[in-house]
């Protein structure tokens, strides 16, 4: 398969459909988390497709590689503030294992990537 667009990337895909389980899951969220822990799920969330998205596009492959490791970064943050949310009980566990999973294999594909962009 040849890769046109960052589209064509199963990473991408699979980032934007955590983006959407992430947003499912902040709309339950109480109100007093709107415009903290709310705001900053959905920020890291949406940041892992955009610098896939972005690094793809920006030429050569030394971008690529530092826009993936801004993804892999962002995906850390996501575990952290979906582990904050889970600690202050703003999350039933069978909705945190389900967007947990599909973020550990983004994480681990973007890792793969990376792996192999270094050599």
């Known amino acids: 398969m040849t890769i046109n667009s960052y589209k064509d990337l199963i990473v991408w895909q699979k980032a934007v459909g955590?983006?959407?389980?992430?947003?499912?899951?902040?709309?339950?969220?109480?109100?007093?988390?709107?415009?903290?822990?709310?705001?900053?799920t959905r920020r890291s969330a949406i940041s892992i497709p955009s610098n896939i998205a972005?690094?793809?596009?920006r030429g050569t492959s030394k971008d690529f590689t530092r826009?993936?490791?801004i993804a892999f970064a962002s995906g850390a943050e996501l575990e952290t503030q979906l582990t904050i949310a889970e600690?202050?009980?703003?999350?039933?566990d069978v909705e945190l294992a389900?967007?947990?999973?599909?973020?550990?294999?983004?994480?681990?594909?973007?890792?793969v990537m990376l792996y192999k962009m270094k050599k």
Do not use: A, D, W
């Open 54 to 57: 972005e690094g793809r596009h």
């Open 87 to 92: 600690r202050l009980k703003v999350v039933s």
């Open 18 to 40: 955590v983006v959407i389980e992430v947003y499912k899951l902040t709309e339950k969220y109480p109100n007093e988390e709107k415009y903290i822990l709310t705001r900053e």
């Open 67 to 69: 826009f993936l490791q």
């Open 98 to 111: 389900n967007i947990q999973s599909k973020l550990t294999e983004v994480m681990k594909m973007l890792n």
